[in-house]
């Protein structure tokens, strides 16, 4: 049988690719150029029993989808810079206390209200170190809407598996854009759903470590009383300060993403086997990269792509290879220069490492990446 | 016989951060008497706190308890009562968590009456830090930050819930330990948004300043200020000055609760 297909925008197919995961609850707040995807919900959730709730700002609204979460229910959130910058508190609690969540950064330019229309690429660090505070992240960047529709899927997995929360972001051209998608019929996506807790409602301890990096979540509403807090916490999930327990904790919120790289890696290469130069690029802009690298393939110029698809954690053994392999890697990313100093740190001074950004409102062109790659070689 | 608290209280988890002399004990013991009357089954009930010293009392019970982020309770509290709206969701904190830095959801929380009960302990000043004025600390008194005398005016936040849509708002003291319970069964028995403002007492922080040389004397005053709204309605404009109502302010049972509400729009877009 053929699939369902459709001509969705990349906000929309977000939308289903949620609803494909088995998300349940929407909170957000409306903002420029997210807001469809909250539109796409509040329609759909409902016919599913599911719950869309606009709250009365950012912060609420990641507050929301913590507390859904916490009774058991996949959730949501979709905003853009200036929301991000105001959810940022709690995403950190949201780190603390392993509460599984997605966030769709539709991206925009800044700082503060920036260019609300226009698209950008500088939330890139603060998907990152946005939080206050030592933790991990997960950011994944799709570069078409069928990639975000399954970007969103494993966003979800990804919060559920690991127990925290999980960025999506994509730029404004991707959101707002529109292409063909397959919906994927049900089973063809791997679709995770939180771990049961495994012991009865006496010995269970949300933070017990003996039951691996990620201990399971039990559910609010059900047989299981306990505390949750953003304090420091035992096992127990009870505030503490004792030293060894408050290392201890910290320390393993961190490793369950740094120990599980092969997991959550994603990224694709385009003729980067024998590639003098790579260009280094995600969302809208690798579409633009990959245009400059068969057009300077053209003109016999060895160009490759690397397209981190999960952002953080940052693809560092693959960046540090093709340091060694290629003359020059170039960071095209309409920002001025954010993941090119993780580029720079990984490559260990083995290539040249430039960037090519901009910040007016109009996407990186093919013309002006073919240009940097001229010059660098 | 005395009244078993124990069973409410988690093991290990006593003795409490609060200061001798601090109402918070008085409020949360209201509270356990009021969930053992209404039955509430601690596994279906989620206890939903912000930051500074009232948001400390939910860890000491024995439920589905949340301690979030400063000012966040609402906001969390609405997120779990959407999602399982058979949970019973009761909110606990400070003035100066609920009303200054959780305002907003303080109100839309009212606004929307969705069916929780919130247990606001308003003792004038915010504890934790170490006692810096709230937008409930008296104009003119004392705060570490107001070395000169308040020169903010004063959030009544009773009327604040009833501006904002509250269809339950009660008000009592710390000095009326059996009121307290009372007002918190019928917040809890009731369908929506149910306010209820305890009056508390700071010795340490509040009173130390402005006055107070002891417990007692922050007791008798709360005592002295506070007027049952049945016996204000017999009492001129100059009797009331500056005294504060009690019991039941503002009671209405007609608006609809959200999650009710929010039940219809799943039925509409079910087509039903």
Known sequence: MAKKVALLQGNEACAQGALYAGCTFFGGYPITPSTEVAEVLSVELPKIGGKFIQMEDEIAAMASVIGASLTGAKAITATSGPGVSLKQELIGYACIAEVPCVIIN??????????????????????????????????????????IFSETVRAFNLAEKYRMPVQVLYDEIVGHMRERIEFPEPGELEVFDREAPGVGPEDYKPYDSTKGQVPPLAAFGSEYKYHVTGLNKADDGFPTTKASLVDAEERRQIDKVLDNIADIESYEEYLTEDADVVIWAYGSTSRSARYAVNELRKEGIKAGLFRPITLWPFPEKRTAELAKQAKAIVVAEMNLGQMVLEVERVAKGNCVVVHEGRVDGDPLNPGQIMTKVKEVL | MAYDYEKSIRPGKLPHIWCPGCGHGIVMKGLIRAMDTCELDRKNTAIVSGIGCASRLPGYLDACTLHTAHGRAAAFATGVKMAKPEMNVICCGGDGDGTAIGGNHFIHACRRNIDMTYVLMNNYIYGMTGGQFSPCTPTGDLASTTPYGNPDPIFDISKLAIGAGATFVARTTAA???????????????????????IDDCPTTYGRRNKFRSVIDMMKRLKAEAVPIKAAAKMTAEQLEGKFLTGVLFEDTEKPEYTAQYANVIKKAQGA
């Open chain 1, 106 to 147: 539709v991206m925009r330019g800044g700082p503060s209200t920036g260019m609300p229309t226009g698209p950008g690429q500088s939330d890139v660090m603060q998907a990152m170190w946005g939080t206050h505070g030592d933790h991990a992240a997960i950011a994944l960047v799709p570069d078409s809407c069928q990639e």
């Open chain 2, 176 to 198: 009326h330990p059996r009121e307290i319970d009372k007002l918190i069964v019928k917040g809890i028995q009731h369908k929506g948004m149910a306010i209820i403002e305890v």
